[in-house]
């Protein structure tokens, strides 16, 4: 089957098939099953009853050793290479409602030394960009008891020994294999997976137990965590558990949004004229007149606009799909359905900024082993 998109920890291009890379990395799918019986803990999150997050490792598992006492410990993170944009608060945003329906602890790690490694980067610019987006994160209301954030360069004394049992099992052609490494690639780049497996294996490290780990985190990611799985058992750890979300698509009609397009791209930093700029510039599934449209109307299926509301600013199904209703039989145009977006990032923003703000003064409080931002 041909291929014209590309699927990596670094790298997504492309009209991404979520069902072939689903085949593709051997991840199951979440059936109507799984979501009843998701839903016997609380109302299912929009992302969840709308396939957003599509695919899973191991979640029957979890929630049956769950069912048993064995809470778990949610991990997700981030690679502080610039700032935050709403592509990397989606899946933050369903962490959130995981820790509020399981009531569990979590850990959140800033990977700042895969993007000094990955990137052309000083340590200096990935540890302040660490210390921003960590903002972001807290802004979302994790419960500052039970949420801890990890800095790899800041904790990685605790870290270090958990990632060289990973090293000592992991070879180099197995790296080869999932990462696509070659011989101009750096020393570092090739360690670095370790580092990422540790969040999965400190709960149980720290517990002197064994304690289940979810991860939620895009589907992009399943490479470092197929390493990670392979080497639980020879550690003598479960293997985590992990749930994938697709990617958040970028105002340009792009399967991902990106910080190389900065104008298709909203950041939780940009004021409200910036977002009606973008969304104004938006790719939307409009007729190329106001007659053809209200004679034809429009496809909500290829509009950015429309997936917006999909992915984030429409919670209420009914809502979405009168919407998309609409825009089909040409009730609405791409005019006042950019407006009514843009309105709706600005107040998400707005609350959003202000919380920002508020999480400086907790943040400190919230570094795995007391660190010092
Ligand atoms: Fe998209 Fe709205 Fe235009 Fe339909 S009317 S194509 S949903 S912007």
């Not at 291929?3 to 920890?9: A, G, L, N, R, S």
């Not at 990422?196 to 517990?207: E, H, T």
């Not at 209200?294 to 950015?304: F, I, S």
């Amino acid at each position: 089957m041909p291929e014209d998109f590309k699927v990596t920890p670094w790298e997504v291009t492309g009209d991404i098939d979520y069902d072939l890379l689903m085949r593709q990395f051997g991840t199951s799918p979440i059936d109507e099953a799984l979501l009843e019986r998701l839903s016997g803990y609380g109302p299912l999150h929009p992302m969840l009853r709308r396939g957003i997050f599509y695919t899973h490792r191991d979640m029957a598992w979890l929630l049956n050793e769950y069912d048993k006492g064995n809470s778990f410990t949610l991990y997700t993170g981030r690679g502080p290479s610039g700032n935050t944009h709403l592509g990397h608060l989606m899946p933050w945003i369903f962490n959130k409602w995981v820790q509020d329906t399981f009531g569990c602890d979590m850990l959140f790690q800033m990977t700042d030394d895969e993007k000094f490694l990955f990137k052309d980067l000083s340590l200096e610019e990935t540890g302040r960009m660490a210390y921003e987006n960590a903002l972001d994160f807290v802004a979302l209301g994790f419960d500052p008891k039970k949420t801890k954030i990890i800095v790899d360069t800041k904790n990685v004394r605790r870290m270090y020994p958990i990632a060289l049992e990973v090293a000592k099992r992991t070879t180099f052609s197995t790296a080869k294999a999932v990462f696509g490494f070659d011989n101009s690639t750096n020393i570092g780049s090739i360690f670095y997976t370790t580092m990422q497996s540790v969040p999965a294996f400190l709960p149980s490290a720290d517990a002197g137990r064994q304690v289940p780990v979810l991860i939620p985190c895009g589907i992009d990611q399943d490479p470092h965590f197929r390493v990670t799985r392979d080497a639980a058992p020879h550690l003598g750890y479960p293997k985590p558990s992990l749930i994938f979300c697709k990617m958040f698509p970028g105002l340009n009609g792009g399967d991902k949004m990106s910080s190389s397009d900065e104008n298709a791209t909203i950041y939780t930093t940009d004021t409200p004229k910036a977002v009606k700029k973008k969304v104004g510039r938006a790719f939307t599934g409009g007729r190329v007149s106001v007659e053809e449209q209200r004679q034809l109307g429009g496809n909500p299926e290829v509009c950015a606009v429309f997936k917006y509301n999909f992915y984030l600013f429409e919670k209420d199904d009914a809502k979405l799909n009168e919407l998309a209703d609409k825009c089909r039989k040409g009730e609405i145009l791409c005019g006042e359905c950019k407006m009514c977006l843009t309105e709706r990032i600005n107040v998400f923003l707005e609350g959003h900024q202000d919380r920002r703000e508020k999480a400086k003064d907790v943040v400190g409080d919230m570094t795995y082993d007391g660190f010092e931002w």
